[in-house]
């Protein structure tokens, strides 16, 4: 497993005496190694630049002590099994809260590892409603969630794309599945037809035998749930395949890198959604890119804001609570409400975001651009 330690404990010495500076480990679980490690570390980048940007404070005031905060990364593999080893080890390592995982897959099984633990845990990309709804008290989101998402996305499709006739693909992940099981509800309410309904894993790169069986039955629109390192290439045999239906995707299809694997496969006919607002409509989105940009020498991918949104929850609730133990700082971050990066950041009941925001993009002139 790949672990990495960001900020050292730091000593003040006062009067003749040493005192040791209080140093609090956060954890961060994502896929660190794989098809979609860039995603993984995009979202790791984003909690370091918290934890970072406290640091460079002088700490958070927390019970009246300065504490200082210390980055425990864990390279969960986008596996649901390796991601409850990962969780296991946070929780042995005693961190306070975890931001985290990337893949509702992983963050599902994983979660209840931490609600045995009593560790808090703020997924920034995890959209499979059923994360927030098995009735553990310290599980939250700062990202809308696939509800929300799939019926914009399914809405979308019918009514502005006027898709009569929808071909629905899933990775039979938690996340691709549970997405395109959305869609396919949204699609049929507004009154088109799903005409097939298809899968393949999220370790593919092969679709032709499905997109053949999906030309036959010549959809308008094809809309695939799953991550980038799958939409890419399977716009690209689209093309291969002369097949003219517009292509749909969610926001682990919504990356840049997404352009790359697809190549010349790609067109204006290709859209994605994010479940939040574009970067530069975000209230600290173009301040926060250019940062990224300095620190980590690229483009933000996709999660980095909605994770740093999810460590300043953690950081900003024990401040209030003046205590980082879980059982006296979680009231404070169920009552969560401040404006974040992403935008105001505030949880619901089953610890959801309660203004979840969902954009809809187009391919142009080879990025991806707000509709």
Not at 33 to 44: N, P, R, V, Y
Not at 280 to 294: C, H, N, S, V, W
Not at 317 to 327: D, I
């Amino acid at each position: 497993m790949k672990k990495t330690i960001v900020a050292l404990a730091v000593m003040s010495i006062g009067l003749g005496a040493a005192h040791a500076q209080q140093v609090v480990k956060l954890g961060n679980a994502a896929p660190l190694t794989g098809t979609i490690s860039h995603l993984g570390k995009d979202l790791e980048n984003g909690t370091r630049m918290a934890i970072e940007t406290v640091n460079a404070q002088g700490g958070a005031d927390i019970g009246g002590q300065k504490v200082k905060f210390e980055l425990v990364g864990e390279d969960d593999q986008a596996d649901p099994r390796t991601g409850t080893t990962v969780a296991q080890r946070l929780v042995d390592a005693g961190v306070k809260g975890v931001i985290g995982h990337l893949n509702s897959g992983t963050s599902i099984p994983a979660s209840r590892i931490y609600d045995q633990g009593g560790v808090p845990q703020v997924s920034p990309a995890s959209t499979n409603p059923k994360l927030t709804l098995q009735n553990y008290k310290g599980v939250f989101r700062t990202i809308a969630n696939d509800v929300q998402q799939g019926g914009a996305l399914g809405d979308f499709a019918v009514k502005t794309l006027g898709a009569a006739k929808v071909a629905i693909i899933d990775d039979r992940t938690a996340y691709g599945q549970g997405l395109a099981d959305e869609t396919d509800k949204a699609v049929k309410a507004a009154g088109a037809q799903v005409v097939a309904r298809e899968f393949t894993t999220d370790k593919a790169t092969e679709f032709n035998a499905i997109l053949t069986k999906i030309r036959a039955a010549n959809p308008d629109v094809i809309f695939f749930g799953g991550m980038d390192a799958q939409a890419g290439p399977m716009l690209r045999q689209i093309k291969q395949l002369g097949i003219n239906a517009k292509f749909m995707t969610g926001d682990g299809g919504c990356s840049p890198e997404m352009i790359k694997l697809a190549g010349d496969g790609i067109s204006a006919n290709a859209y994605c959604s994010m479940a939040g607002l574009p970067i530069e409509k975000m209230p600290g989105g173009a301040k926060f890119r250019e940062d990224y940009k300095k620190r980590f020498g690229g483009d933000v991918q996709v999660y980095a804001p909605y994770a740093y949104d999810a460590a300043m929850a953690i950081i900003k609730a024990m401040e209030r609570a003046g205590s980082v133990e879980p059982a006296k700082y979680l009231p404070e971050l169920k009552v969560t409400n401040f404006d974040g990066v992403t935008g105001n950041v505030s949880f619901d009941e089953h610890g959801d975001l309660k203004e979840g925001a969902v954009t809809v993009y187009q391919f142009k002139d080879g990025s991806w651009v707000a509709l």
